[in-house]
């Protein structure tokens, strides 16, 4: 069974960045589509962005737009979400989660922006 | 974007008894592939989302079969037969049918009365 362990969350100031990453336990990453999905503290959940198998297709939610760029690295097995321009409301634990159904998550890696 | 509601928001439940949660979108979920793109996640206090249910009623590996979903179109449902302490948690639906962006419904939380 796959797993997901993602790692680069902390605290960022507003207009700052930050580099999340997804490691897959598979011996082939590049068969899996895979996406993020935030969560900000009590809230529900909201898809960020996907990326295809290869890396030449990603998609992005209209609020990340510009700021966020999702990409992979096969050889390692890792996606990454590199999140720029931070603001307050990027408050969240972000998920990664296994193609584009989101069929198995990570355990969540949280981002804090404040000031 | 598609727009998905869940009713109720919360909802308390007896152990042994059945539950059932609606969930409804402002377009049909019905993909040119003739699939349902409708899936269920379960997220238990302190823990990441699991998924329960894809195309609106098939199980994910593992998930017992107290659990079912149904519907068609733009109305949908999770029932689960018998409730168990271990089912707590909020529940969510989602459309992958128009996307980008997957949505999400708002959520339904779940505990035993």
């Known amino acids: 069974e796959v797993r997901l362990l993602e790692s680069g969350g902390g605290f960022a100031q507003p207009g700052g960045s930050l580099r999340l990453s997804c490691e897959i336990s598979?011996?082939?990453?590049?068969?899996?589509?895979m996406s993020w999905v935030r969560q900000a503290p009590g809230k529900g959940l909201e898809w960020v962005s996907s990326i295809s198998e290869s890396g030449d297709k990603t998609y992005y939610a209209d609020f990340v737009k510009g700021r966020f760029t999702i990409s992979r690295d096969n050889s390692k097995n890792t996606i990454f979400l590199q999140m720029s321009s931070l603001r307050a409301g990027d408050t969240a634990v972000y998920y990664c989660?296994?193609?584009?159904?989101?069929?198995?998550w990570g355990q969540g890696t949280e981002v804090i922006v404040s000031s | 974007d598609v727009v998905m509601t869940q009713s109720p928001l919360s909802l308390p439940v007896t152990v042994g008894r059945p539950a059932s949660i609606s969930c409804r979108s402002n377009q049909s979920l019905v993909y040119s592939d003739g699939n349902t793109y409708l899936s269920w996640f379960h997220q238990r206090p302190g823990q990441s989302p699991r998924r329960l249910l894809y195309?609106?009623?098939n199980r994910d590996f593992g998930v017992p079969d107290r659990f079912s979903g149904s519907g068609s179109v733009n109305e949908f449902t999770l029932t689960i037969s018998r409730v168990e302490a271990e089912d707590v948690g909020v529940y969510y639906c989602?459309?992958?049918?128009?996307?980008?962006?997957?949505?999400f419904g708002p959520g339904t939380k779940v505990d035993i009365k």
């Open positions: 598979k011996l082939s990453s590049r068969d899996y589509r």
């Open positions: 989602m459309q992958g049918t128009h996307w980008p962006p997957l949505t």
């Open positions: 195309k609106v009623s």
């Open positions: 989660a296994t193609q584009f159904g989101l069929d198995v």
